[in-house]
């Protein structure tokens, strides 16, 4: 089930933008890593570069490795929507397809790469939904638009359609952003939950949050507006908060950053 | 000047708003003015189209036979019969017409926006439909007329009107269509990328349902506007006073050829007929748009 992920000099372009330069990490698998780091360094650059989202951007243009329990994800063979299928993805914002009931969206990755059985599909539903804590409130609206829940459910519903596909790898780019701190506390417990069976990466912007979730925590930083976003350190999460080898991560951490 | 002995009545600043001055005021209702005599304008003369049709046009309407009868057999001067031949073939020559443009435009529409980015062919693409959808309609006879009729041989026809029609709408759906993929959010093309879902099923079963409630409206708004189109009947079909079902064979009537053939007979019966057929022409479109109205409800994005 769950892979690690080995990145290896990823240089990432937009057009002629030279956006993220010589990245090199490692993710452990059943782990969890947060991307910390100013606006604009790079970190959903990054993210979107492990499941081979990036390239969907017109004129995008990714340069290195990323393996997969040692296998290129980038290798001329490999199959872009395979990929995406088992490296899950949860955006920023919260986007359920508008035309599909809750149910149907839960299960849009399986449905829509042909699966039919429809007892199956009910049970992965509760499944899912129940493991983003989510199957209490919704379970008697099933049939409901996905658009009728309010924010905090509707990432929570996208949490469960990333993971109703069973991916190896989950990538959450800044997933708490737009709630509550009712609802982040929910996805965070969530986050502890799916670690057992996911490698999880995690974008976010909340330093309390990357403390209490991640294993190791990666700090991103831009040498100057204009210039590509850097890798300036990737820590066990506890080490980077109280004692970071770099000044600069020190700096950002502390609250002396620009 | 303040002396020290601040006065408690008078507020310590100037107020921080003042009253409306006059010039403003005046503005304001001169504003007004323009605006209420600019809506009279163009509104009058609509109501005033749409009381002389319903005025002259109704009378026709009221009776029965108007809508099951054709004018076989009658004179010009002869009062009765009715305006189905017409009513069936502008609804055939529509539907045909709808039956090519439709899924063309559409697949046209889908390759600009989710694969033509900016390449060659999607370029020439845009600027082609740029130029159809100048076209004006007698030229689109024209050309269907040198084409299918002196090139390829076939008889004037229903079907020819259908074809030039074609070229009238095709650019409508067109730009329907890429008007209401451009707004489907690119994040949902993301989330069904981010599943594993390949690229044509995300536009077969997240992008077009989502947009599917603008093209629908788009496409009958646009079959509505063809069906008054009256340059290339006169180009490619003969009138009929009978029903003809039949596209490919003989001449065949529709409305706005009916209101045409009607106004030049100048009798009172033809006047008559006029004025019913406009009217009918009318209905329809407006039957159309409501239609319209309702299949966007239909297919509406719900939220609740
Ligand atoms: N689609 C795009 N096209 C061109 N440039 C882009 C695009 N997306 C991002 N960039 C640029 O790439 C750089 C990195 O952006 P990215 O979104 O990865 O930053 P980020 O670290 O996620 O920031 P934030 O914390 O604000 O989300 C920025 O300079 C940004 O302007
Ligand atoms: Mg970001």
Same mark, same amino acid.
């Given at each position: 089930m769950a892979k690690r992920l080995d990145i290896k000099d990823l =240089? $990432? &372009?937009?057009?002629?933008f030279h956006a993220v330069e010589d990245v090199t990490l490692q993710v452990q698998a059943r782990s969890v890593t947060s991307f910390i780091g100013p606006s604009g360094c790079g970190k959903s650059t990054v993210l979107r570069a492990l499941n081979r989202m990036h390239e969907v951007i017109a004129g995008a243009r990714v340069d290195g490795k990323v393996l997969l329990d040692g296998e290129d994800i980038y290798a001329p063979s490999v199959d872009p929507v395979q990929v995406r299928r088992t490296i899950g993805m949860v955006f920023q914002r919260a986007n359920p397809f508008p035309t599909m009931s809750i149910r149907d969206n839960v299960v849009a990755g399986l449905k829509l790469t042909g699966e039919k059985n429809k007892k199956? $599909?009910?049970?992965?539903t509760e499944r899912s939904l129940r493991s983003a804590n989510l199957w209490e409130e919704v379970k008697d609206r099933l049939h409901k638009p996905g658009g009728s829940l309010s924010g905090g459910q509707q990432q929570r519903l996208c949490i469960a359609r990333a993971t109703a596909v069973q991916p190896d790898v989950l990538l959450m780019d800044e997933p708490c952003s737009a709630l509550d701190p009712i609802s982040t506390l929910a996805i965070e417990d969530l986050i502890a939950e799916l670690k057992k069976d996911y490698t999880i990466v995690i974008v976010t912007h909340n330093m309390q949050q990357a403390a209490r979730v991640s294993d190791q925590t990666a700090f991103f930083n831009l040498r100057a507006v204009g210039e590509p976003g850097q890798l300036v350190e990737i820590e066990e999460t506890g080490k980077l908060f109280s004692n970071p080898n770099q000044k600069a991560t020190e700096d950002y951490i502390s609250g002396r950053f620009g | 000047m303040r002396t020290d002995t601040a006065d408690v009545e008078q507020p310590a600043a100037d107020p921080a708003f003042q009253y409306l001055s006059l010039g403003r005021k005046l503005k304001n209702n001169a504003a007004t003015v323009v605006f209420t005599a600019a809506f009279l304008i163009a509104v009058v003369p609509l109501l005033w189209v749409l009381v002389t049709l319903l005025q002259r046009g109704l009378p026709p309407l009221l009776n029965a036979d108007?809508? =099951? &009868?054709?004018?076989?057999?009658? $004179?010009?001067?002869?009062? @009765?019969? @009715?305006?189905?031949?017409?009513?069936?073939?502008t609804i055939e020559q529509a539907l045909v017409c709808a039956l090519f443009s439709v899924p063309l435009g559409v697949t046209v529409g889908i390759f600009l926006i989710e694969y033509g980015q900016n390449s060659r062919l999607a370029k020439t693409a845009t600027f082609m439909v740029d130029i159809l959808s100048g076209l004006p309609s007698i030229v689109a006879g024209l050309f269907i007329y040198a084409l299918w009729i002196t090139t390829f041989g076939f008889d004037r026809s229903g079907f020819a009107v259908s074809l030039s029609l074609v070229l009238l709408m095709l650019p409508l759906v067109v730009r329907t269509t890429e008007t209401m993929l451009r707004i489907v959010p690119d994040e949902l093309r993301e989330a069904s990328y981010a599943l594993g879902v390949p690229k044509w099923k995300t536009i077969l079963k997240v992008v077009l349902p989502t947009a599917l409630s603008g093209i629908v409206t788009g496409v009958m708004l646009g079959l509505a506007r063809i069906m008054g189109e009256t340059a290339p009947l006169l180009i490619l079909v003969g009138y009929s006073r009978a029903i003809n079902f039949n596209l490919f064979e003989g001449p065949m009537a529709s409305l706005p050829l009916t209101v045409y053939t009607a106004r030049k007979t100048s009798t009172e019966a033809g006047e008559y007929r006029m004025w019913g057929a406009a009217l009918t022409l009318v209905l329809l479109i407006m039957l159309i748009n409501l239609l319209a109205t309702l299949i966007s409800k239909f297919f509406a994005v719900k939220t609740k």
């Open positions: =240089n $990432l &372009h937009y057009g002629k199956k $599909l009910d049970e992965i | 108007w809508w =099951n &009868h054709s004018f076989y057999g009658l $004179l010009p001067s002869d009062f @009765g019969g @009715g305006i189905y031949h017409a009513l069936v073939g």
